[in-house]
């Protein structure tokens, strides 16, 4: 089978076509700047060719044919027409409360999705933009919804009600959600294969944006994002978790209306912030430490400070730990902040062999041989657990 992957966001578009069962990825690619020209970089692995093209993107529609279009190309695509495509499988962020599992879209799961907006305004709405194109272009085509909340509905009430006044919840099912769902599941069942049934794991997908899931046998029993993906760890411009009376103090203080220090929150904080501008970018900061910058170096150790912190919680409330695991771009190719994390957690059974953890982006153990705890290294693939629940549900 051959299943396109969708990932929309406000403005780009991310691609893949795979095969949902040996993971090949046939082409992928992004589109930038949709609604302001449009460019498209699209890449075939398998015939070594990148290119990148200026093609006028009003809206969503117009990047997806693009996309069809040069998947379709004598030269630069990989297959002869879309028939070939059998279905499409698109990353929703919110699923709300509805949504435990992927879903095949029909008027029904539309609505449901839309029902969630006002959980994830920043992520939902471009979503279906991206689903609403494909319907448009490939009507005929089975499309799934895969969404980031899913995989966290098993958490139980106590890790996921927050202590407000119940009828927030009742009424407005504000609680606590989780992100990354897809990518946690991907490694949940990774270390099932690699490592068995039964284990207590905790993930850390450090990233841009980063969570920790607690997952007891495959199944996730607390996660460090919230409602929505701003709390938990500090990120690259995310705050993590803060004392609400810091946004009303900076709203007052600063004549400042709430969205606004929202969007501080989102996208002026985390390790940029902290850094005081050097970057949200963990290399820039390495670097920016290594010449001697306090503000970058305060960063890593508050970055570092507060994954550990979430490691020890996530221990405990597991009731032990049989398997750590880093993923996503710092969690893969972050040798020193790999290190800057395990260190201390000996405590806990967790020892990393400083030899082994030299590595980038590959799946390896990096823990010491006499560790209690397994330490990994696993890439993450959300694109292939989408496509494989695409083409389930395509079936
Ligand atoms: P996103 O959340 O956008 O998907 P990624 O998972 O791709 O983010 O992670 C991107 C981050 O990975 C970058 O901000 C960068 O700091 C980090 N990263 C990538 N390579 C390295 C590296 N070699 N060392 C440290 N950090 C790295």
Known sequence: ??????????????????????????????????????????????????????????????????VLDILVDPVNGVVSSVDEIDAVGHRVVHGGMKFAESCLIDEACLEAVRACIPLGPLHNPANLLGIEACQKILPNKPQVAVFDTAYHMTMPPKAYRYAIPDEYYEKDSLRRYGFHGTSHRYIAKRVEALEGKGLKVINCHLGNGSSLAAILDGKCQDTSMGLSPLCGVPMGTRVGDIDTTVAQYICKNYNKSMDEVMTILNK????????????????????????????????????????KKYIGAYAAALGGLDVLVFTAGVGENGVLMRSMICEGLEFLGVKLDQEKNKLRGDERIISAADSKVKIWVIPTNEELMIAQDTAALAK
């Open 268 to 307: 002026k904080s985390g390790v940029f912030g902290l850094s005081g501008g050097v970057s949200s970018d963990f290399r820039d900061l390495e670097a920016a430490a290594a010449q001697g910058n306090e503000k970058a170096q305060l960063a890593l150790d508050k970055f570092a400070y507060e994954v």
């Open 1 to 66: 089978m051959k299943i396109l992957v969708i990932n929309a966001g406000s403005s780009s578009l991310k691609y893949q076509l795979m095969d949902p069962d040996s993971g090949d990825v046939f082409a992928k690619g992004l589109c930038e700047r949709i609604g302001i020209d449009g460019r498209l970089t699209h890449k075939a692995p398998a015939k070594d060719i990148k290119v990148v093209s200026e093609i006028p993107m009003p809206t969503h529609a117009e990047a997806i044919t693009a």
